[in-house]
């Protein structure tokens, strides 16, 4: 290691890809910077994603996509153009008017234009307004019904949120399919088998969206002049922009190495054998990114010879080499990682986003949230359905109260803000509790949030101590509601025990999002319905504000890809895998139709989470004919009693 009073002559930037969420920056560049920063290494930041829609959705962004849809449109008759472009060519001089107005509102530096906003004169409404125009045919006032009569600021956000949410659909049918607010290509990178289709992306002619990235990242490269480029890849969503910067890159600097990890990477990289990726990139690092990145840097330098990489793939000899960790070399314990440092990246220019009424589900893209880690890794790492088996959830290691309170108090110093996400895969209660108290006795004031289990610790007096402290909210998996099936995936919690902890939140005045799940091995259609019927009967009995159904998918590093036969499943093995692996399909002998049962979940959902529907019965969401539940209609109010 170096000590931190030698600076290293070697330049270093570190790149968010788009796309990203638009209200804050993704934490892992920030806490690679700050731990670089500690090892005496000149390192840099920026955030690509952000940087990108501001380029775009500005006048002079709009006036230069004008013309290259238009071009595209041009043989179409006006009737036949797709809804977002007709609005946009219909009222583009309203719109390129207003845009940076809008942008400057979302960035909270013209608060007074929510008076303009929230009289729905100012800002052109296109498609994305249609879903409010539709609710407001059923209620007298949607908007007042959510927002009040006061409530101008959050009520103009939502709108200006729609606006922009109309333009990013412009750009998506208009000049790149591929583009999405917070997604860029993901189709192309979750779970493919075969490099192809990114390669053949990535060979294709330029349009609009990858010149606009091409020039940004020309000023990044003219103004830096960086030797090693490291790309942090969250998502398959990042993967084709990570590749784009990365083959600009060479074209740029063809010396500056190029350095590829992050969550996607480590999920779905695992069995890599494609050599085309290093076409772009020179080395690709697992899991943590601390000790690979510090080792390729020492490694650059000479100060280590190759087969100390830890973690890393690379080329030799035209082939895919990897270099597992060196048994000398121990990762970092989560108290010498330093604390995340956001040193060059824009905070002034993150928009805050209202996506949806619901108060508990806007939090995601709504605020400047400094992210931190509690721990390292999971502390209950049994869910079946989790990839346990990696690094990430599977290495359990926690920092201490003593040390977030030093890293959150260094943070509230560099960046001016008291909002906190802390990002655990579930945060410890003992530590959460030992945190809040520290937090009261030292005054230290703060607003946070987090994901947990919703575990018995919870008590009344425990969650009254957490909202003491700051928390207004808390995000957990109440997955199937079931208890047959929240048994089989291990999950370590009943229904009822989920109710009395969410609603112990709820009363002390924090909101909860709960994570849902459906289609899990054996699921019956009638566990299903019952299912739905815990969550109207918690819904109603406020137990929880917010909630997301996901559909069921086997993983090869969980309990259930690992041993199907466990769960009753056989797997439909992938085959010839040279790129990404991760989801896996699987035979359940249990025929249910998951794929229609989703739909009617998602909208009973939406309805709830809206605060209408709760008197309906649950078939009246679904398609087809479905069997009443089985659950007792009092079955969550008798629990909470």
């Not at 270093?12 to 500690?38: D, E, H, K």
């Not at 108060?359 to 390292?376: E, F, Q, V, Y």
């Not at 230290?444 to 949030?449: D, E, K, S």
């Not at 739905?532 to 993983?555: D, I, K, N």
Request: hydrophobic residues 40%.
């Amino acid at each position: 290691m170096l000590s931190t009073d030698i600076m290293s002559d070697m330049k270093v930037l570190l790149i968010i890809p788009p796309m990203t969420q638009l209200n804050t920056p993704y934490p892992a560049t920030a806490y690679l910077t700050g731990f670089l920063r500690q090892q005496g290494y000149a390192v840099k930041q920026k955030d690509l994603a952000i940087d990108l829609l501001l380029h775009l959705l500005s006048k002079t962004g709009l006036n230069a996509i004008y013309p290259v849809i238009e071009e595209h449109y041009a043989h179409i008759d006006d009737e036949e153009l797709p809804d977002s472009i007709y609005y946009f060519f219909s009222q583009f001089d309203t719109i390129a008017s207003r845009i940076e107005p809008c942008i400057r509102f979302l960035q909270n530096k013209d608060p007074s234009l929510a008076l303009r906003i929230a009289s729905r004169q100012f800002l052109p409404e296109g498609p994305e307004f249609a879903s409010l125009h539709q609710m407001e045919e059923t209620a007298e006032d949607t908007l007042e019904q959510a927002f009040g009569t006061m409530g101008l600021q959050d009520k103009a956000k939502y709108l200006a949120t729609l606006f922009i949410n109309d333009l990013c659909a412009v750009i998506q049918e208009g000049i790149d399919p591929l583009f999405q607010v917070s997604r860029y290509g993901e189709s192309l990178a979750a779970s493919a088998a075969s490099f192809d289709y990114l390669y053949q992306q990535l060979n294709a002619d330029e349009n609009h969206v990858s010149q606009s990235i091409r020039r940004l990242l020309e000023k990044y490269f003219a103004d830096y002049k960086p030797d090693v480029l490291g790309l942090s890849v969250p998502f398959p969503g990042n993967m084709l922009g990570a590749l784009l910067i990365a083959k600009y890159c060479r074209q740029f600097l063809p010396s500056c190495k190029v350095v590829l990890g992050g969550g996607y990477i480590n999920t779905e990289l695992r069995s890599l054998k494609d050599a085309r990726v290093f076409e772009f990139v020179d080395f690709i690092t697992l899991d943590d990114g601390e000790r690979p990145f510090l080792n390729i840097l020492q490694y650059l330098q000479k100060n280590i010879p190759a087969d100390k990489l830890c973690r890393t793939y690379r080329l030799q000899q035209q082939s895919v080499c990897y270099h597992p960790q060196p048994i000398d070399q121990p990762d970092f314990a989560h108290h010498q990682t330093g604390t995340p440092c956001y040193d060059g990246l824009p905070l002034d220019k993150y928009l805050s986003l209202c996506e949806m009424l619901n108060p508990m589900h806007r939090i995601w893209s709504d605020g400047r949230w400094n992210k931190l880690t509690l721990a390292h890794g999971c502390y209950w790492k049994k869910c079946s359905f989790c990839d346990i088996s990696l690094d990430y959830i599977g290495h359990y290691d926690e920092a201490g109260a003593d040390i977030i309170i030093e890293r959150i108090e260094q943070l509230i110093k560099e960046t001016g803000q008291t909002g906190f996400h802390f990002v655990d895969e579930a945060a410890p209660p003992k530590i959460l509790f030992a945190l809040a108290k520290k937090l009261i006795e030292k005054q230290l004031v703060i607003t946070w949030w987090g994901n947990i289990r919703f575990e018995k610790t919870f008590t009344a007096e425990k969650c009254q101590l957490l909202a003491d402290s700051g928390c207004i909210a808390v995000s957990g998996g109440l997955e199937v509601a079931s208890d047959r099936l929240l048994k089989l995936m291990k999950k370590g919690v009943t229904v009822a025990q989920v109710a009395n902890v969410t609603r112990n939140f709820v009363d002390a005045g924090i909101l909860v999002h709960a994570y849902l799940m459906y289609g899990f091995p054996s699921q019956t259609e009638q566990e299903t319905i019952d299912s739905l019927e815990m969550v109207r009967q918690m819904m109603f009995h406020q137990c929880f504000q917010s909630a997301y159904w996901h559909r069921f998918a086997c993983t090869i590093h969980s309990p259930v890809g690992q041993n199907p036969e466990q769960f009753g499943i056989s797997l439909n093995k992938n085959q010839n895998i040279q790129f990404a692996e991760n989801d896996i399909d699987f035979i359940d002998p249990v025929n249910t139709d998951h794929e229609l049962l989703g739909q009617g979940l998602k909208k009973a959902l939406y309805n709830y989470m809206h605060g209408v529907g709760f008197d309906y019965p649950v078939s009246f969401w679904f398609d087809k004919q479905v069997p009443d539940p089985q659950i007792k209609s009092d079955f969550i109010e008798k629990a909470l009693a």
